[in-house]
Structure formats: structure tokens, C-alpha cells
């Protein structure tokens, strides 16, 4: 079974640059979620989607990020304009609706440099 | 508000020695759900183990076990015989109740281990 599977890796932008990241979860998992983890912390949650639909948003600066995950499958991340404090891991998870522990599952990151 | 506490930045162990992480909660739910994760240097979060609240033993996976004191509200990973893989960032994690209808995660701080040959 493929992982949760994120793109690009790394990305370097000057602050007021636009930024997007793409996220294709696990095959079957309704449950999408987008964490930013800043430097020395632990991840914080900005979206949670279920299926094609928004669960929480709370965390999301909705002034200059945007998401959105059309077709209940693939999901993108959008920063416009990028700040300097912007700068962190940004971390894709999924998570099914059946069996197990509900734990979710994380792709690799894509660490974002804003200079 | 849901909350969890790693007071331990960093941690060294011996090769094949066992290892304690901290993790103290803090929650009014009675339903809710403990998680650790590790994560290396690459940035992936790898899923280690779960206890759920009402659980009425400790949980194990290989050599990961979870000291669960509800009373205590602590939720402890016990690493046995340390590998020198097992040098990365792991977290504690808690689902929050309130957090959607599939419960988001609050992580702590997390704390490094460092694995000495």
C-alpha cells in the first residue's frame, strides 16, 4: 500500500511569493488533514478535510492560506503572499475510517524557506 | 483546553538500554485517545503506538510499551533495548474530542533521543 505521498520536497521563496503544495493521501482514506510544523515544535493542525468537505479551519490564517481538495482525493496548500514566520515543515496526513487505532498517517513533509 | 506536555528536550541512551519519554496530559473528556510518533531526520512522522482512555492495559508494540496513569494523566513511551535507529524526534500526541468529527491531534513539543554506540 503507497504512503501518503507529498510534492515538492523543499521549496525556497522570497516573502510575498506565492507557494502551493500537493498532497495525494492514502488510496481510500476520507480524512485529509494539513499540519504546519514550525522549527523545534510539534506539528499544528491548519485544515482538516473530510472527503471534499472542510471540518475545521479554525487554525488556518485565512488571509493568505488557502485549501482545497476538490475531488475528495488529492488536496493542495496555498500561501499568498508567503511571510518570513511562514517559514516551516508543512505535513500532509490521511486517515481511514475503519479498523486500527483511527491513527493517521503522515507524508514526508515539504519544508518551505521563506527569505 | 486540551494539552500536552514533554518537559524533556533531549534525552541520551545507551545502545540496548531502555529509555523513558515523558508525556503529561490535560484534558476534561473522558473519552480520548494517547499517541506517540517518532520522527527522523527525513520529517516523516512514523505512528508508534496508541492507548485509548478506557483501555484497561498498558500498550505494547515490540519494543515500545506506553506507561498509562490516568490518574497521573501521563502517558509514557518505554523504548527497551535502544537501537541506534531509534535516535530521532518523537512525539505525544493526544486526539482532541472537540476537534472535528474525526478528532484532530494536539501534539506536544517532543523530545530528541539520541541513541550513544
Known amino acids: 500500500e503507497a504512503g501518503v505521498a507529498q510534492s515538492p520536497r523543499y521549496k525556497i521563496i522570497e516573502k510575498r511569493q506565492s507557494v502551493a503544495f500537493w498532497c495525494n493521501p492514502i488510496?481510500?482514506?476520507?480524512?485529509l488533514y494539513w499540519y504546519q510544523q514550525i522549527l523545534g515544535q510539534g506539528p499544528k493542525l491548519l485544515i482538516q478535510?473530510?472527503?471534499?468537505?472542510?471540518?475545521?479551519d479554525s487554525q488556518l490564517p485565512k488571509d493568505r492560506f488557502s485549501a482545497e481538495r476538490l475531488k475528495g482525493v488529492d488536496s493542495t496548500l496555498k500561501i499568498q503572499p508567503a511571510k518570513l514566520e511562514d517559514s516551516a515543515v508543512y505535513l500532509c496526513?490521511?486517515?481511514?475510517?475503519?479498523?486500527?487505532?483511527?491513527?493517521?498517517?503522515f507524508g514526508p513533509g515539504t519544508r518551505l524557506t521563506v527569505l | 483546553a486540551q494539552k500536552i506536555t514533554q518537559t524533556q528536550p533531549g534525552m541520551f541512551v545507551q545502545e540496548k538500554e531502555a529509555v523513558t519519554l515523558d508525556c503529561t496530559y490535560d484534558?476534561?473528556?473522558?473519552?480520548?485517545?494517547l499517541f506517540w510518533y517518532k520522527q527522523p531526520s527525513s520529517g516523516e512522522m512514523i505512528f508508534l503506538i496508541y492507548q485509548g482512555s478506557y483501555d484497561q492495559q498498558n500498550a505494547t508494540e515490540g519494543r515500545y510499551s506506553l506507561n498509562f496513569q490516568k490518574a497521573r494523566k501521563s502517558a509514557n513511551l518505554v523504548i527497551s533495548a535502544s537501537q541506534l535507529g531509534d535516535s530521532a524526534m518523537y512525539f505525544c500526541a493526544m486526539r482532541d474530542p472537540y476537534g472535528g468529527s474525526q478528532g484532530n491531534l494536539i501534539f506536544g513539543k517532543g523530545t530528541k533521543l539520541s541513541v550513544k554506540p
Open positions: 496526513a490521511s486517515r481511514g475510517t475503519s479498523g486500527g487505532n483511527n491513527e493517521q498517517f
Open positions: 484534558t476534561s473528556d473522558p473519552s480520548y485517545g
Open positions: 488510496s481510500g482514506h476520507a480524512t
Open positions: 478535510f473530510q472527503n471534499n468537505g472542510v471540518v475545521d
